[in-house]
């Protein structure tokens, strides 16, 4: 690496760092740009600056223990993340959550894909020098916030799934103060679409800027919402259905821009889609236990076991292999943000580096998630 | 001649040319204009949208959109499943319902919890394991509930204080069971 850098100060090319402490990626990223005046030849990204060993951690927590460490994984998707966990344990175990605690478990997993893509909203108007619709996005997500924190006791790590259900049965206001958020939340998609949507300056900045084609999609194995602006139909509710997603009525939001407009507008779209699956599901609650019966000290069988599910940034998956203890011998999680930063490189070449912030802006990375 | 007649023909198609560049500059022009004042226009239009949602928020300030940091502790009542730290309720004759059996130090995922037991003698002369301490280790919890979720007695509840910082991380080690505290009568059976 020392050669080429001497190489490229001859030749009028120049390196610059974004990060680890920048703004605009939202996280201790390090991406190491070289440039030609202000186009970018080529882009590393340089990991490790919160690498905190998830996986080997795991391998010494049982199997109610592991899945508290994935929401510090993707903190915005977190219930997501733990529902992965239980769901791998159930499959291996061979026992299913009761109807009431599967309902329950996809509400909050909406009303968690909500309240991070009303998150992913905010920060892409500050990244694109919009400050005021940070503050009307953090209004709504205050109400999700309240009500999941009402439930579950956190707001944001929230650790409510166990292997056959969840802690605790829902709080007795939970039906009611959802069904006022989503009307709420409903009535306010149009003023996110007068600050930004249909702002002209904006659309300048993220159409036909950072263009993804399908192939590189593919190869470079996106996922959410980052691949479906591409064009490829990947979502894994519709794909793999779990937990009974397949008795729910909802689109699968693909669009074939593929570019940061796409991504913009497949994200607006997915908020809508979310409310509507809210929607069906919150009055029809099933009756019963909360929480199957579980042995005391789980073991799973000898084997290797996978569970695939949607987060809001797309596909993440938990691979567990086990020798019949009552720990993992082994454990890795697929996780969405790492396969999408590493399309980053190829979707930001000979684009200028003002681009670079929406690129990174709608392909919403998590940090914590890349390194684990 | 055959030079001098390519000339003229060439001529005859430039002059030709010319005139249609001609009408093809001002369309073009025309479109132009339209476009780059249609644009601005747009623009504008746009952005008066945007100011006019903020401006209505201006008039409106009792349409609250920020939240303020709870300053109003009198009244503050947090929801009763707020994770606050783990506490062990204690009744009026300074009794708790632990029982020393270990299983939020088993249950807890970051170690954060460590319970002394000791064998106390009963009044009908048997030996009894009794709970010490319950030494929790506030700087590594994560609460993750996972403790109070496996505590078969009830022994323990998260409480509601939200605000923790102190200057000396030594504070953070807490004895959660009251000195001279005993276990309540009826809890074992």
Known sequence: ?????????????????????????????????????????????????????????????????????TSRMDYLSSHINNEACALAVEKAIQIEATPRAKAVRILLAELTRLASHQLWWAAIGLDLGAVTPFFYAFRERELLNDIIEQTCGARLTQNFIIPGGIMQDIHPDFQKRVKEAMQQIKSKFDEYDQLLTGNVIFQQRLKGVGYLSPENAISYGCSGPT????????DVRKKVPYEGYDQLQFNEIVRHEGDCWGRYLVRIAEMRESVSIIEQLIDNIPDGDFQAKTKAVIKLPKGEFYQRVETARGDFGVYLVSDGGNTPYRCKFRSPNLSNLSAIPEIAQGSKIGDLVAIMATVDLVIPDIDR | MEIFAANQHDKYIIDNRHDDFRLAFLKETILFLKDYFGSIFTSVKSLLTGMKLTGYYFVHPKEIVTEEYPNNREKLKMNER???????????????????????????????????????????????????????????????????????????VMGQNFEHSVYDKKQLKKILNKPDSKLMSGVEE
């Open chain 1, 1 to 69: 690496m020392l050669i080429e850098e001497n190489h490229i100060a001859e030749s009028g090319e120049f390196i610059i760092n974004m990060g680890p402490q920048h703004p605009s990626t939202h996280g201790v990223l390090h991406l190491k740009i070289w440039l030609d005046g202000e186009t970018i030849l080529k882009i590393e990204p340089n990991l490790g600056y919160i690498h905190r060993s998830v996986e080997k951690i795991c391998e010494n927590l049982s199997y109610r223990q592991f899945s508290f460490l």
């Open chain 1, 227 to 234: 691949a479906r602006a591409s064009g490829i139909s990947c």
């Open chain 2, 82 to 156: 707020f994770r606050g730290e783990v506490i062990m309720p204690h009744d009026d004759k300074n009794e708790h319902r632990c029982t020393g059996c270990q299983s939020c130090e088993i249950a807890c995922p970051n170690g954060s919890i460590k319970i002394v037991t000791k064998m106390e003698v009963q009044p009908d002369g048997k030996k009894k394991k009794q709970l010490d301490t319950w030494v929790y280790h506030f700087d590594m919890c994560t609460l993750c509930n996972m403790c109070v979720h496996a505590c078969p007695s009830d022994a323990i």
